[in-house]
């Protein structure tokens, strides 16, 4: 992987999260840019890089956030690890790949910060946090990581 | 060791970072604070560009806002205009029932004074060129009017039925060139005869001394060749002229205002009898 790229990917990816995205919300929901960016980076680069890049994005989102220091690193990381080891058994070279693992992505990163949650004694139920949070978030992911493929950023990360 | 880490090293990465993440987990949930000076770290990166962002996000939007205010204060000033014109029109239309009310309570009050019964009818059309002056009402033969037909207002004469139709009449008014009336100064009771002047004027011809017609007497129908009944007011004497031989003539002021008149009333012919008791105004 080309370290420069690596570097912007994380980088831009944190700074749109905290600075455009809270802008472009639809009704109190915003996308998750950083699942998007592990999500199509892993599949491009492999487990180590989707890893390193969920960890580097989830903390720069901790950070930014306020919240437990750790939390979307930790979620992310694993995300990112799973989605790069998945060109093993899967086709990932048709586009729905990418845009349905952006989806499913956001919704096991949702699920996972909730279970890591439940160590701070987070009050929401799971049931209104799945239906008014994730799942709205990964319709709005999947639509974004549509997007990013259809332009020459995302053609360039898949492409490397 | 080294070797194994090297060999499964997408393992080993995978485990450095989540042992990293849980660490940090991990110390925040045990001992409140630590950990925050790496968040504190990313934030001063962050915070200005943040603060940028947020900055050109609170233009953007107040230039929208702005933008919506001042579209939705264009519709809303249309809106007013538009119903401003709606209400003159109602009052218009108001003000002209009123003044419709109005007339014809007063042909109404005039009606039940006369002795015989009128037909009332309004005026549809106006011919108003100079050599001629005329209007057309909307009662005719079928509605009983007749032939030559005085045709009268709460405040005078206004003229005869000259052409007769099926459904409508055309009335010479007493402004016509054409149009003489017998008519008489109320005053002294010198009679004479009414014309019509071109222009639209009124004059009164009549063989008398200066004493007899003054500025301001008013003149009446004789009641002499049938046509108009005893009374009715024809206008009052503006100026007197010199006299010219035998006869002394006199500009008048029509009784009524034939420019605005919608409705008349339509004696029947043959009334005779003094009818200026019907007349109090006057």
């Known amino acids: 992987m080309r370290l420069p790229l690596y570097v912007l990917a994380v980088s831009g990816g944190a700074l749109v999260q905290c600075t455009v995205v809270p802008v472009v919300g639809v009704g109190g929901i915003v996308p998750d840019v950083p699942v998007v960016l592990t999500v199509l980076l892993a599949l491009r680069y492999g487990a180590e890089a989707g890893c390193l890049t969920g960890f580097a994005l989830g903390l720069a989102q901790d950070a930014v956030a306020g919240g437990p220091l750790g939390l979307h690193a930790l979620s992310k990381a694993l ?16 586009p729905i790949v990418p845009v349905g693992l952006a989806v499913l992505a956001t919704i096991v990163d949702g699920l996972a910060r909730f279970a890591l949650l439940q160590l701070f004694h987070y009050p929401a139920p799971l049931g209104e946090i799945f239906t008014r949070v994730i799942m709205p978030q990964a319709g709005y992911n999947g639509i974004l990581a549509a997007a990013a493929l259809a332009w020459p950023v995302g053609r360039l990360l898949s492409r490397g | 060791m080294l070797d194994l880490l090297v060999r499964y090293r997408k393992y080993s990465v995978l485990g450095l970072v989540v042992v990293a993440a849980v660490a940090l987990l991990t110390a925040q ?49 249309a809106r007013l205009r538009a119903e401003t014109v709606a209400l003159r029109l109602r009052q218009l239309r108001q003000e002209a029932l009123e003044a419709e009310n109005q007339r014809l309570r007063t042909l109404a009050t005039l009606r039940e004074r006369l002795p015989e019964r009128t037909l009332g009818a309004e005026v549809v059309a106006r011919d108003w060129n100079g050599f001629t002056r005329g209007l057309t009402i909307d009662r005719g033969r079928a509605d009983g009017a007749e032939r030559l037909s005085a045709v009268i207002v709460t405040s005078g004469v206004v003229g005869r039925v000259a052409v007769l139709r099926r459904q409508s009449a055309i009335v010479q008014v007493l402004t016509d060139p054409a149009s003489s009336i017998g ?38 129908t004789s009641g002499i060749g049938e046509l108009f009944p005893k009374g009715l007011p024809l206008g009052r004497v503006l100026r007197v002229y010199s006299a010219t031989g035998l006869f002394r003539t006199a500009e008048l002021e029509p009784a009524v205002d034939l420019t605005s008149i919608e409705e ?15 007349f109090p105004e006057s």
Do not use: C, N
């Open chain 2, 183 to 220: 008519g008489v100064v109320l005053r002294t009771h010198a009679q004479g005869l009414v014309e019509g002047v071109a222009g639209g004027r009124l004059r009164i011809k009549l063989a008398v001394s200066e004493e007899a017609l003054q500025p301001g007497d008013l003149v009446v």
């Open chain 2, 264 to 278: 008349v009333l339509v004696l029947p012919r043959g009334t005779s009898g003094d009818l200026a008791p019907a």
């Open chain 2, 29 to 77: 949930q045990t001992r409140q604070g630590d950990g925050l000076w790496l968040a504190e770290g990313i934030a001063t990166i962050t915070a200005p560009v943040q603060g940028a962002f947020a900055r050109v996000h609170r233009g953007a939007a107040s230039l929208w806002a702005g933008y919506l205010d001042w579209k939705h204060l264009r519709t809303e000033v």
């Open chain 1, 79 to 94: 995300l990112g690890f799973v989605a790069g080891d998945l060109p093993r058994w899967v086709l990932v070279t048709r």
